[in-house]
């Protein structure tokens, strides 16, 4: 079903408007996606976020000011995600040794094991873009980098 179809608009002011908001309709519906994913598993998609940013520097730790620059959500207060994570024991932070201002967070084997978890259920969203073959699907990501790059 078209945009106009599911959002029983008949007609759009140019092809502009129409994109902008099929891009927002799908953006919601794909965080509707991993809503579902992440729902079973006490996670916010910002906190997910941040397992997984962390999972990539893995063993190395990063400080929350390197956390926010790879997040996804840059409005996050990633202070409060790592302490949340913390209370999980998904996460640990420490003091940075060369610098006293920063605090080092690694990733913890709890947080390891609830991605492993998360990673074997992750077909479910990968599944939701099936519609699309692998050369469309590497077409609509280079499109949405080049709408990206006008800003």
Not at 98 to 111: H, P
């Amino acid at each position: 079903m078209g945009i106009k179809e599911e959002i029983k608009q008949s007609q759009f002011r140019n092809a502009y408007q129409k994109a902008f908001i099929n891009i927002l309709y799908t953006n919601n519906w794909l965080e509707e996606q991993v809503r579902g994913l992440l729902k079973d598993e006490d996670l916010t998609k910002q906190q997910f976020n941040v397992l997984r940013i962390l999972r990539g520097s893995h063993p190395e730790p990063l400080s929350t000011l390197q956390i926010r620059e790879r997040m996804l959500d840059k409005m996050s207060d990633t202070s409060r995600i790592v302490d949340r994570l913390v209370k999980k024991d998904f996460v640990h932070k420490q003091t940075c040794p060369s610098d006293k201002r920063l605090v080092d967070v690694m990733i913890s084997e709890g947080g390891l094991k609830k991605l492993e978890a998360i990673d074997a259920k992750e077909h479910v969203i990968e599944d939701s873009l099936q519609n699309l073959n692998p050369e469309e699907a590497e077409l609509l990501s280079d499109l949405l980098d080049k709408l990206r790059k006008t800003t």
